[in-house]
T-cell receptor, first 114, second 118 residues
Framework: DSGVTQTPKHLITATGQRVTLRCSPR?????VYWYQQSLDQGLQFLIQ???????AKGNILERFSAQQFPDLHSELNLSSLELGDSALYFC?????????????FGPGTRLTVL | AQKITQTQPGMFVQEKEAVTLDCTYD???????LFWYKQPSSGEMIFLIY??????QNATEGRYSLNFQKARKSANLVISASQLGDSAMYFC???????????????FGTGTQLKVEL
């Protein structure tokens, strides 16, 4: 158990809908990262928040947005869902903004868009 | 741009034998980190081992060791005394700093599926 929690574990929804994925980082970690794992694109970095502020952005679609709250939990919002958004979404956390620290991953949320 | 290459899509190893999973990387950053993660069939990503670009010695964590050859830009994972529970997908990843914002990200390879046989 990495100490990172993600809810829900599974999510099944229809095209055009909007969903929210939730992540709680390990105790003491200030950075939260979101990654998407799909069969065709592999594991891709989406976005990083540090202590409530966005600090790094990857291949995140405009239909996706994220935020980190004062209690450091984070939410990833996915809207106007398409079939291709079906994937495993991981949240990871680390202590600091950058440097050599390890990113610990949560168990993931498996999103299925029908 | 950062790139991680894992050329072995699948590997088989006998129980109790050692196995090496290959990873090469490409970056122009002077400072970076290299990680290995294990993903069992249940889906979670489990951190195994970390090597910093300036670390003089190869990293070791129990049965895992990282064979870091900086000049060759390779960071191979060695698993000694393989166990059935080692059967999983293994990902090599590189940490790089994002200049705007000062954050960082991991870039992953495509993974190697390891199967440990009796």
């Amino acid at each position: 158990d990495s100490g990172v929690t993600q809810t829900p574990k599974h999510l099944i929804t229809a095209t055009g809908q909007r969903v929210t994925l939730r992540c709680s980082p390990r105790s003491g970690d200030l950075s939260v990262y979101w990654y998407q794992q799909s069969l065709d694109q592999g594991l891709q970095f989406l976005i990083q928040y540090y202590n409530g502020e966005e600090r790094a952005k990857g291949n995140i679609l405009e239909r996706f947005s994220a935020q980190q709250f004062p209690d450091l939990h984070s939410e990833l919002n996915l809207s106007s869902l398409e079939l291709g958004d079906s994937a495993l979404y991981f949240c990871a956390s680390s202590v600091a903004l950058a440097g050599g620290q390890t990113q610990y991953f949560g168990p993931g949320t498996r999103l299925t868009v029908l | 741009a950062q790139k991680i290459t894992q050329t072995q899509p699948g590997m088989f190893v006998q129980e109790k034998e050692a196995v090496t999973l290959d990873c090469t990387y490409d970056t122009s950053d002077p400072s970076y980190g290299l990680f290995w993660y294990k993903q069992p069939s249940s889906g979670e990503m489990i951190f195994l081992i970390y090597q910093g670009s300036y670390d003089q010695q190869n990293a070791t964590e129990g049965r895992y060791s990282l064979n870091f050859q900086k000049a060759r830009k390779s960071a191979n994972l060695v698993i000694s005394a393989s166990q059935l529970g080692d059967s999983a997908m293994y990902f090599c990843a590189m940490r790089s700093t994002i200049l705007t914002g000062g954050g960082n990200k991991l870039t992953f390879g495509t993974g190697t599926q390891l199967k440990v046989e009796l």
